[in-house]
């Protein structure tokens, strides 16, 4: 039995793609989950792979504080809720297109944890696991909002795992590559080209790959590890 029996996790952008791959990890895993997306609708056709599901925009954070509320503290918490934003290049962004990518990307990651650190640690055990991407740390050109959102979460995690560091709260991101989810139907062809050419092994990654990595992540057997960014790239990442 894993030893992440019992535990109440919580995994936003938990419709689809590498959300709903993790929530299936975790529930193997023996978690009691709780899926949360975007509406309590958009849960409706996975409903049944879940112990609870919830409507939040997590760019919302009176909503966010609101669901703390309502479902009480959890013991892990997986943020995968993403958009990619504009694809073209940066000086043709707009206002609400910028905007838009860092309240989702970023303020959302920010909400989140505020809402739900507290309670973890309080209790002594927490595990955080923020999904970032391989555009944090390299940068992908016609991506500017979304590589600058998720650098961001990648200096976030950094700094809140140094502060829960003794806590028993451990707190991580994880940088993907591409991986085959139904997210890449909103990257242009050229710009999903590109970013398939970088990476080394010469495939997309696929969400049970990245559902592994957040599994040992939310676990017991993370224990020497926080304030860091995983790869999982394919070997595109070299640092
Ligand atoms: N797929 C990739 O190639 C890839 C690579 C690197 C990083 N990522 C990151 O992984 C995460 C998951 O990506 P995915 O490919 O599974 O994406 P996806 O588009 O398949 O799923 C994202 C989910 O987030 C939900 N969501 C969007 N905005 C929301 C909001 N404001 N509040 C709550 N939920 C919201 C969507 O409804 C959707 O169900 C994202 O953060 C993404 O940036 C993905």
Partial sequence: ??????????????????????????????????????????????????????GVDVSDSAAV?????????????????????????????????????????????FAMMRAFIPSMKERGWGRIVNIASIAGKEGNPNL?????????????????????????????????????????LDTAPHVLEYMLSKIPMGRPGTVEEVASLVGWLASDECGFSTGACFDISGGRATY
């Fill in 1 to 54: 039995m894993s030893s992440t029996t019992a535990r109440t996790a919580l995994v936003t952008g938990a419709a689809q793609g590498i959300g709903l791959a993790s929530a299936q990890r975790l529930r193997r895993d023996g978690c009691r989950v709780i899926g949360a997306d975007l509406t309590e609708a958009a849960m409706e056709p996975v409903r049944g792979q879940f112990d609870g599901v919830v």
């Fill in 65 to 109: 504080a609101a669901l703390r509320e309502t479902i009480g503290p959890v013991d892990i918490l997986v943020q995968s809720a993403g958009v990619v934003g504009p694809n073209k290049p940066m000086w043709e962004v707009l206002d609400a297109e910028w905007d838009l990518t860092m309240r989702v990307n970023l303020n959302g990651i």
């Fill in 144 to 184: 500017a909002a979304y590589s600058a959102s998720k650098a961001a979460v990648i200096g976030l995690t950094k700094s809140v795992g140094k502060e829960l560091a003794t806590s028993g709260v451990l707190v991580n991101s994880i940088a993907p590559a591409v991986i085959a989810t139904p997210m890449n």
